[in-house]
Structures are given as C-alpha cells and as structure tokens.
C-alpha cells in the first residue's frame, strides 16, 4: 500500500471525513484541523501534504497549505523536544520550530494582503498570530525553553462555511 492510498485510509477513519461534504471542503483539509487540535500534529502535516502534493504547484492554495503544514510541523518540533529535551537529536528541535513559524507566515500572508482576513473559512489572522508568538517566545527565551505546554495547547477553529 503506497503512502496516498494509506492518507486515504487514514482521512476516513477521522470524524472530519463525515462532515467535509456538508461543509465543502476536502476531507483532508478538515482532517489537519481534527489532528491539530488533537495534538497529532505530525499527521496534521501529513493529512495536509496528501492534499497539498495532489494539487500540485500551480493551485491556488499551494502556499496557503504549504503555510498550514509549516505551523504544524513547528509543533512536531516542540512537541519532541518537550517529551525529550535531553536527546541528542530532539533537544535540539527548537531553532527549526522557529524557522517553520515563521516559514509560515511568510506562506500566509499574502493571502490575507490578496484575500482580506478570511480564506478557506478560516479567519488568518489566527494563523500567522499563532506562528508569530510561537516564533517570538522561542527567541525571548533565547532557544533554552520551549513555549509549547502540553496542558494548554493551541486550538485552531474548524473552517466555517461563511468564511470562505
């Protein structure tokens, strides 16, 4: 079984694939929703990349799903890191955390400079706030603590219908 076909398998066993025909969207793009607020933010960044490598290069939402997956995979850097700060390999998750917060809003920002506050029905403003404080507090604390608590961890609203 290759890789998509096991994304496929995968999106359907998630509570998101039930509700993507009544709210348009792709069951994978609401699946990333489901997973990040779950705290599986490595299957968030892989149920988004299955859609986002579909699609390919030249679709309209390539960087706006490029910029979702950045945020996410920042947080598999600071989810390793806190469960292992003392490994040779996660320990040192931070600096890359803050460079793929900050890789995504560079990928989120033009479309809320070419679409207003709102795409895809969610509101922007909420993404790049979140990878610019996740950035700054691994800066203020110059690379030694991890900003990310398990106890209180973002929560992204789903995608409304309106907010497209």
């Not at 390999?89 to 033009?110: E, I, S, W, Y």
């Amino acid at each position: 079984m290759n890789k998509s076909t096991r994304m496929e398998a995968f999106v359907g066993t998630l509570g998101a694939s039930q509700d993507a025909v009544s709210f348009g969207f792709d069951p994978c793009y609401l699946g990333y929703f489901e997973c990040f607020n779950e705290q599986r933010y490595y299957e968030a960044h892989d149920v988004l990349e299955h859609l986002w490598l579909k699609d390919g290069k030249n679709a309209p939402d390539y960087a706006f799903y490029k910029g979702l997956i950045q945020l996410a995979g920042g947080f598999v850097h600071l989810k390793l890191q806190h469960s292992q700060p003392g490994h040779p390999k996660h320990g040192r998750r931070l600096q890359p955390a803050r460079r793929l917060f900050l890789l995504a809003v560079d990928n989120l920002t033009p479309y809320q400079l070419s679409h207003g506050p709102h795409y895809q029905g969610v509101d922007l403003e909420i993404f790049l706030s979140l990878g610019k404080l996740m950035a700054a507090r691994i800066e203020e604390k110059e690379f030694l603590s991890n900003p990310w608590d398990p106890a209180a961890p973002p929560i992204l609203p789903l995608p409304a219908k309106d907010l497209i």
